[in-house]
């Protein structure tokens, strides 16, 4: 590998133009993102949106909440129940007042999703409460104005209450997807440099236009594709590409919009520009898989949509059955609303809400943050794994991995101090690693004299009097000075040897470092069937080492992004249920696409964006525990489910009066009690989620 270094900067600070251009993003004109990045200010707006219903349904929650408790006081049954009296003049129309808000205003939504369900024909757990709450309220205020019977105003208040409840927590614990690409689109700076002849002129993305010249000075965002006409630097493209170490590039070289220029100034030639630009692209796949995603039907929509049609049927039947049979119609009545207010599922709208908050909190005091329910549900049924390498299954950072003495005179860390003197203003990859060896071993490093940058082979200088090069192999070759055996021990490692007075005293090997935790991560995974693979955008030779080192079933090298959504494509043809794993922008698209996307914590924000769950700990462990507790809040949901259908099972048929040959009819009230138990009994199994995180 080249080994060059220059100082020609090595004072000047590298990252303002980053925050500048984030702040000047920041201010950007809406009608020039609209032009530039297409869809993505809808999204803005969908995420916005999403938070405004939490917030709506929050409120409503808590304000029907304060009008339901003097409905719970004045309603005669409850009264009845515990055994008080407290009957205020009109009693009946001020529970008739307070219902109508609870029913008109808390109620709204779901009156509202009913409409929606019906125009669509697809009658959902909207329909079966607004069923049940209607039956209540009109039922309850006939027997105000003089129908006889008893009122349901306290089922009712309670009833909404709960439903509230249930979908304000549900909602929270889906997070809207459009925030990934909101930060996707904030990579990009929001103007160029623009050269005109002589001068320079700052001017907004959207007038870039294809063959124009723009200028790169160090540190800055590069806000266009294009090709290098002058100039050359190391570019950090680790957030697009997945390269692990800054790339050089040099004249007619390709450079990516959305890459971080290094140490020097660079012009290009514009290539790309909005929609045609690659990030842009990383953009679309990445909304194409989302879209494709947010398809999945909840699995309690499903099972509520049977039960609207047999409470339906139930209900009805009943009315007509005592009809028939020639009782009044009040009874009859009064039997059909008993029916509809218990098929209501209380138990059923918690089952699955509750379940996810308790799995939610509990996950992320473990490390696991979960955005997407249905994918952590459905992580219990992964089959194959795909790894981002860099950030993922190795650190991220071109670290020191051998220091290695040839020469007695000279210990390992006399060997870094040394060649820390010589790399301590350089901007390559290989002198950051080595100096931030010395910083983490605390050793002080001198000053060089005579600095001088042997071209293309590595760099020279003076230091406490003996003349110190750290060089490439190419010059050991070139001097005739043997490569000791040892030395290329791993095809992972970049080897720079250190020469001390004209003597070869050692070498340093650098690589981007493999995780402690990996290898016993994917002996988890093996354990349990998961197939292990591995997708980077490094090159053949090191994806190779680090899946030779780890055991892996497979990888894939030097692939883009369009490349790994691909592979997670093909993976998902063969009938595999994938997970990817991944921590850059790079991985954003195959994030979406796969069944669980998992971003690990140590990664960018467009990643834990787009991905399904975080890993908050960077620990490739973490999703063995997000497995095994995925499929024990799977169990928890359908435990909670089987129970809250089969509560409706048995009491339907009863408030239906399939006993009442034999003298049992179940009254109103002991069903509204029944539904009660039912739903506390639901609360309390979903609480016994939190043991099983501990015990995995």
């Not at 820390?420 to 390559?428: D, I, K, N, R, T």
Request: with cysteine; aromatic share 8%.
């Amino acid at each position: 590998m080249e080994h060059q270094h220059s100082h020609e900067e090595k004072n000047k600070k590298v990252m303002p133009g980053m925050d500048q251009s984030k702040m000047d993003h920041s201010k950007m004109d809406h009608s020039k993102m609209d032009h530039d990045h297409g869809a993505v200010p809808m999204g803005m707006a969908g995420h916005d949106h999403h938070r405004m219903m939490i917030e709506d349904f929050k409120k409503r929650f808590w304000i029907s909440v304060i009008i339901t408790i003097p409905v719970l006081v004045f309603s005669p049954m409850i009264q009845q129940f515990f055994n008080y009296q407290l009957l205020l003049p009109g009693n009946k129309y001020i529970l008739l007042a307070l219902s109508s808000i609870i029913y008109f205003w808390g109620g709204w939504p779901f009156l509202n999703g009913f409409f929606g369900e019906i125009k669509k024909g697809a009658p959902g757990m909207m329909t079966l409460i607004s069923m049940a709450i209607s039956v209540a309220y009109f039922y309850s205020a006939a027997t105000v104005f003089g129908l006889p019977g008893m009122d349901f105003f306290w089922e009712l208040a309670t009833l909404i209450v709960i439903m509230l409840l249930g979908h304000w927590l549900e909602m929270k614990s889906v997070l809207g997807a459009s925030k990934a690409l909101q930060l996707l689109v904030s990579m990009m700076p929001a103007e160029a440099h623009k050269v005109h002849g002589d001068h320079i002129m700052d001017v907004p993305l959207s007038e870039l236009q294809i063959n124009d010249i723009i200028l790169i000075k160090p540190g800055e965002k590069v806000p266009a594709d294009g090709i290098i006409v002058e100039g050359s630097s190391y570019l950090n493209e680790a957030m697009l590409t997945g390269e692990s170490k800054p790339v050089k590039k040099e004249l007619d070289n390709k450079v990516i919009g959305g890459s971080i220029n290094g140490n020097g100034s660079l012009k290009i030639k514009v290539e790309h520009t909005g929609k045609d630009s690659y990030l842009n692209k990383v953009i679309s796949l990445v909304e194409e898989a989302q879209k494709s995603k947010s398809r999945m039907q909840n699995l309690s929509d499903r099972d509520a949509k049977w039960l609207t049609y047999i409470a339906l049927a139930i209900g009805f039947g009943t009315l007509a059955t005592w009809l028939l049979l020639g009782h009044p119609f009040v009874f009859a009545l009064e039997r059909m609303v008993t029916v509809m207010v218990i098929a209501c599922p209380h138990a059923l709208g918690l089952a699955i809400p509750l379940v996810v908050a308790i799995s939610t909190a509990v996950s992320a005091q473990n490390g696991l943050l979960i955005r997407n329910r249905t994918a952590f549900e459905e992580s219990r049924k992964i089959s194959a794994i795909l790894f981002d390498k860099t950030g993922t299954l190795t650190k991220g950072d071109f670290g020191v991995t051998r220091i290695v003495s040839v020469d007695q005179q000279f210990s390992e860390d006399e060997l870094l101090r040394l060649s820390s003197a010589l790399e301590q203003s350089s901007e390559h990859p290989i002198a950051v690693g080595i100096v931030r060896k010395s910083k983490e071993k605390k050793v002080t490093i001198p000053k060089p004299e005579n600095f001088n940058a042997i071209t293309g082979k590595g760099v020279e200088a003076d230091v406490e009097n003996r003349k110190v090069k750290v060089v490439s192999p190419g010059y050991l070759k070139d001097k005739n000075i043997a490569v000791p055996e040892d030395a290329f021990s791993s095809e992972a490692e970049t080897v720079v040897f250190i020469i001390i007075d004209e003597n070869l005293a050692g070498y340093i090997a650098l690589a981007d470092e493999i995780r402690p935790e990996s290898a016993e991560a994917i002996n988890i995974f093996k354990k349990n069937n998961i197939k292990v693979f591995m997708a980077t955008g490094d090159n053949e030779k090191v994806a190779k080492a680090v899946s030779d080192k780890l055991g892996l079933d497979g990888y894939f090298a030097e692939v883009l992004p369009h490349q790994k959504v691909e592979i997670v494509k093909d993976l998902q043809s063969k009938g595999e249920f994938v997970a990817m794993t991944g921590d850059g922008v790079n991985d954003a698209p195959a994030l979406a696409q796969s069944d669980v996307g998992i971003a690990v914590g140590s990664g960018t924000d467009v990643a834990a964006e787009t991905a399904d769950i975080i890993l908050v700990n960077s620990n490739p462990q973490d999703i063995a525990n997000l497995i095994l507790f995925g499929k024990a809040t799977y169990n928890k949901m359908i435990q909670n489910i089987a129970w809250a259908t089969g509560y409706n099972t048995i009491a339907i048929p009863l408030a239906a009066g399939v006993l009442y040959s034999s003298g049992f009819v179940l009254g109103p009230a002991v069903g509204a009690v029944l539904m009660s138990l039912s739903t506390i009994i639901v609360a309390i199994n979903a609480q016994l989620l939190k043991n099983k995180i501990g015990s995995q």
